[in-house]
C-alpha cells in the first residue's frame, strides 16, 4: 500500500522534469521552502496512518498552511533583513527526522513481529 | 497491537490524500532542483547586487569602434598635414603627438610580453571550485596592475587597447573590456622591456602563480620581439574635467 504514494512521488518528479522551463522561473527560496513543509506533511501523514490515528481534514489543511507559513516566512525574511525561513527549515527538519524515525521503528517491530511469529510456529509443529 | 497496527496501514483512508500530497511533494522538490542558482551564492541574501549591463555583445560596437579608429587616423593626418607649413607648427605637433600616444590614442609598436590567460578545461561539480578554473575580470584587472607596476608603456587586451578609462568587469560568461566583450582565452600584450616584464611577471608568489594554483595550464607567458598594439577606441570627451588655468600666467 505505501508503494501508491511512492509512485505518486516519482509522478511528480517526472512531471516537474516534463514541465520545462516554466519550472525555472519559479522563485527558488519559496518553492525549496514549500517543498520541505510539504515533506513533513507527507511523513507527518504516514506516521498518523501507521498509528491509526489519520485525518483526512487534518492531513490536507496541515499540507496548505504549513506550505503557507514557511512561504510567509521567507516573505517575511526578504522584508525585514533577516533570514526568518531558517526557523522553518530547523522546525520542518527537526520533525522530519522524528516521523521518519517513528516510522522505521513501526516497520522494524512489524519485522520482529513476523520473525517471533515464525519461530513461534516453528516451535509449536 | 502489531495486527492493529497492520490493520490500520492497509485502510484505504489515507492513502488518496497521502497519494496526492506525495504528487505535489515530488514535484516541489524536484523543481526546487531544478531552478539555478545565481552565481552559486547564498540562497536569499547571498547574491551580489544587480548593476545596470552594459549593452549586449555585438550591438554595433565593432562598426563604431572602426569609425572612431578612422577619424583618429584622420585628425593626425591633418595635424601632419598642418605641421608641414611651419617648423613651429611641427614643434607643437610632436608634442600632441607624444601626448596622443601617452594616452594610448595612437597605434604604438615595440618589444614586450604576451600572456595569455584561459579557462582551465578541468571539470567540477562545486561552484567554488568552478569559479577558480574560470578567467574573471579581478584576474584581468589584477594581472593589468601587475604589469604596469613592471614598468610597461602600453597594455592592450584581446586587442583592446587599456586606457585611463578603461575597465574591466565579468558579465555573465564575458567580460567586458571598457564596453567590449571579450572571452576566454584573454590575451593581454604589454610593450615595455621584455626581460624585466616577464621576470616581473614570472616572479614566484605573483598574481599570475595564484591562478597557476588552479591549474597551470591556465596561464601563458611569453616574450615577443615586437608588438603592435591598436590605439584605443573608447570615448575620450570629459564633461566634468577642466582644465585649470596656469595661476603664474595670470599674475
Redesign the interface.
Known amino acids: 500500500m505505501i508503494l501508491v504514494p511512492l509512485l505518486a512521488l516519482a509522478i511528480g518528479v517526472i512531471l516537474a522534469l516534463l514541465a520545462g522551463a516554466p519550472v525555472e522561473q519559479l522563485p527558488r527560496e519559496y518553492i525549496g521552502v514549500a517543498a520541505l513543509a510539504g515533506l513533513d506533511t507527507l511523513f507527518g501523514g504516514i506516521r498518523a496512518a501507521l498509528e491509526d490515528r489519520f485525518q483526512s481534514d487534518l492531513f490536507v489543511t496541515g499540507f496548505v498552511f504549513n506550505i503557507l507559513l514557511a512561504i510567509g516566512l521567507v516573505y517575511l525574511g526578504t522584508k525585514i533583513g533577516v533570514e526568518v525561513y531558517l526557523a522553518a527549515v530547523v522546525a520542518l527538519g527537526g520533525r522530519l527526522f522524528l516521523n521518519l524515525s517513528i516510522i522505521r521503528r513501526h516497520y522494524l517491530t512489524k519485522i520482529e513481529d513476523a520473525r517471533g511469529r515464525r519461530k513461534m510456529e516453528a516451535n509449536q509443529l | 497491537m502489531?495486527k492493529?497496527?497492520?490493520?490500520?496501514?492497509?485502510?484505504p483512508?489515507?492513502?488518496?490524500?497521502?497519494?496526492?500530497?506525495?504528487?505535489?511533494?515530488?514535484?516541489?522538490?524536484?523543481?526546487?532542483v531544478?531552478?539555478?542558482?545565481p552565481d552559486g551564492s547564498g540562497?536569499?541574501?547571498g547574491s551580489r547586487p544587480s548593476v545596470e549591463s552594459p549593452p549586449p555583445a555585438g550591438s554595433g560596437i565593432d562598426e563604431r569602434d572602426a569609425e572612431i579608429k578612422n577619424l583618429r587616423k584622420q585628425v593626425t593626418e591633418l595635424q601632419d598635414a598642418i605641421s608641414d607649413r611651419s617648423r613651429q607648427a611641427a614643434i607643437l605637433n610632436d608634442d600632441l603627438q607624444e601626448s596622443k600616444r601617452f594616452a594610448g590614442l595612437t597605434e604604438v609598436g615595440g618589444p614586450g610580453i604576451e600572456i595569455i590567460l584561459r579557462d582551465s578545461k578541468k571539470r567540477s561539480s562545486d561552484i567554488n571550485i568552478i569559479n577558480e578554473y574560470n578567467i574573471h575580470d579581478r584576474d584581468v584587472m589584477t594581472v593589468v596592475n601587475d604589469i604596469w607596476m613592471s614598468g610597461a608603456e602600453a597594455i592592450a587586451v584581446n586587442g583592446q587597447r587599456v586606457s585611463y578609462s578603461t575597465s574591466f568587469r565579468c558579465e555573465g560568461p564575458v567580460i567586458y573590456v571598457g564596453r567590449v566583450p571579450i572571452a576566454s582565452p584573454v590575451k593581454i600584450q604589454a610593450i615595455g622591456n621584455a626581460d624585466t616584464l616577464y621576470g616581473a611577471l614570472t616572479m614566484q608568489g605573483r598574481y599570475l602563480d595564484n591562478i597557476k594554483a588552479a591549474d597551470p595550464a591556465m596561464v601563458e607567458v611569453s616574450k615577443k620581439d615586437r608588438l603592435v598594439l591598436p590605439a584605443f577606441t573608447g570615448s575620450t570627451v570629459l564633461n566634468f574635467a577642466k582644465t585649470v588655468p596656469d595661476k603664474g600666467k595670470n599674475q
Not at chain 2, 34 to 37: D, E, G, Q, V
Open positions: 502489531g492493529q497496527i497492520l490493520r490500520s496501514a492497509k485502510a483512508g489515507w492513502i488518496g490524500p497521502v497519494t496526492v500530497v506525495s504528487l505535489l511533494v515530488g514535484f516541489l522538490i524536484t523543481s526546487a531544478r531552478i539555478p542558482r540562497i536569499l541574501y
